[in-house]
């Protein structure tokens, strides 16, 4: 199973990034789809997920209403469009894959079946 992230990069802040995930070697659609980030000596927190069909998503409180997390099953991949980006959003952004629901990938990163290697998105103020 491969996860490759892609779609990160420096932005100005109140700049949009889009991210994408291509996701091989696992039957996609048996699987949520989770967002999370790193920053510089912090944990690695919860950014967003969505269910197999993305019929449910679910948002960290600080990306409400700027990001929003999408995925095409046709495509093996999701997408998370960060938009008014701000400094405190810069991190490494990795996505990955629970065979559970969006709603259990919202307790944070133990658990998940795969990770990506993560992409880095800088934003200057």
């Known amino acids: 199973v491969t996860l490759v992230e892609s779609g990160g990069g420096l932005v100005q802040a109140g700049g949009s990034l889009r991210l994408s995930c291509a996701a091989s070697?696992?039957?996609?659609?048996?699987?949520?789809m989770g967002w999370f980030r790193q920053a510089p000596g912090k944990e690695r927190e919860f950014v967003a997920a969505?269910?197999?069909?993305?019929?449910?998503?679910y948002y960290t409180s600080s990306v409400k209403d700027r990001f929003t997390i999408s995925r095409s099953n046709a495509k093996n991949t999701v997408y998370l469009q960060m938009n008014s980006l701000r400094p405190e959003d810069t991190a490494v952004y990795y996505c990955?894959?629970?065979?559970?629901?969006?709603?259990?990938?919202?307790?944070?990163?133990?658990?998940?079946?795969?990770w990506g290697k993560g992409t880095l998105v800088t934003v200057s103020s």
């Open positions: 990955a894959a629970d065979q559970g629901t969006a709603y259990s990938i919202r307790r944070g990163p133990r658990g998940m079946d795969y």
């Open positions: 070697g696992l039957t996609f659609s048996n699987y949520a």
């Open positions: 969505i269910n197999w069909d993305g019929g449910a998503t």
